[in-house]
């Protein structure tokens, strides 16, 4: 049952009932994503087949509707997603954190709606993060109250989400100079989404810019960014490396089946037979060894997030620091250990597929470009250092992590 602090309950969900749900949604995504990637195709009837099946509401307790899903099973059914359409399954990081959000909050009138709304399927958007060397500490957009409303005004980046979604989550600065997040309605006047998303990885996520011009907000859907939920970053960063994790899935699935398919091999190869050269098996088992480890290292992570919950809702307290300071050492190691899997699959599989394997017609350049975009949003060069000040000094980690003047949601 939920507390009476929060909406947040201990996690009921079986794996298989969630596999059964999903797994099916998973396999017809994943056969339309090659297409969908050489032409930029926009997934939404994707992102609408997920909703349909409530893939926004795992976390929700099922005594208010939901399915009662962990933390863990929730990031590894998105790296599932995943590996059948990463762009897909990023599409639903700002949402699944918007939610988490709502589920920590107190229980009251205006947030009984937002829980009915999202298991309506009603669908949350980003918009955090600013252009141009803008951080949270300068950030440009304003949140501005008038009478019993508020207008938001401002533009954004990084809007991840933005095309597939009901409402935006708007990051802004109000009067007096403090954050907050402002939900506003994707179709309302002074709403300007715009596809200008130019990176070479993850180019059907919407990702692109977003502009407010004076867009009203209700008093309901305005909340003061410090009361946002304490693992927000562990959260956005753990959704990122469940993506990252999928790659590196899928890498292995789809170098299996080009080498199951390859019919000619080198003179100086060991067989024959691609498929029974043991060098060429080798490069398929050590990516095979990398996302076992990217799977471990998310589940490591993610548990400690888990713990996070289960001591709010035994406790009704916010999560004590030590249990933050294990989740960012966990979830910043993760991050180090899945990075480099994904990279390194999607660049050494191509050493046991030949010529044949840059075609185009297989699409697995994509994994590349996807992983290696993901990887490039939080910068994972600092996080060795951090971790080993925290392992030799004792220095916490996570003001140097998580500060809010330095960064967002798409940094």
Known sequence: MTTA???LASSTADDRELTDRFGPIFDEIARGNPEREKNREFPHDQVRALNDAGFGTLRIPVA????????EQTFALLADLAAADPNVAHIWRNHLAFVEDRLNAAPSPGNDVWIKRFLSGEFVGGGWTEANGVTLANIVTTVTPEGDHWFVTGAKYYATGSLYADWLDVLGKSDDGSLLTALVRADQD???LVDDWRGFGQRTTASGSARYDAVRAEAGDVFPAAERFSYQSHFYQ???LSVLTGITKAIVRDGTRALQDRRRNYPHGLSETPAQDAQLLAVI????????GAEAALARATGTLDRIVSGRVANGAAAPRDRLVTAEVAVSSAQLVIIDA???AATGV???LGASGV???LGLDRHWRNARTLASHNPRVYKARILGDWVVNGKDPVPDLVGGARGGQGD
């Open 359 to 361: 075609s185009e017609d």
């Open 190 to 192: 002074g709403v300007a």
């Open 5 to 7: 602090e929060s909406y």
């Open 238 to 240: 753990t959704a990122m």
């Open 285 to 292: 088992g050590e990516a095979s060894a990398l996302a076992f």
């Open 350 to 352: 191509f050493d046991a």
């Open 64 to 71: 208010l509707g939901g399915f009662g899903a962990s933390l």
């Open 342 to 344: 994904a990279l390194r």
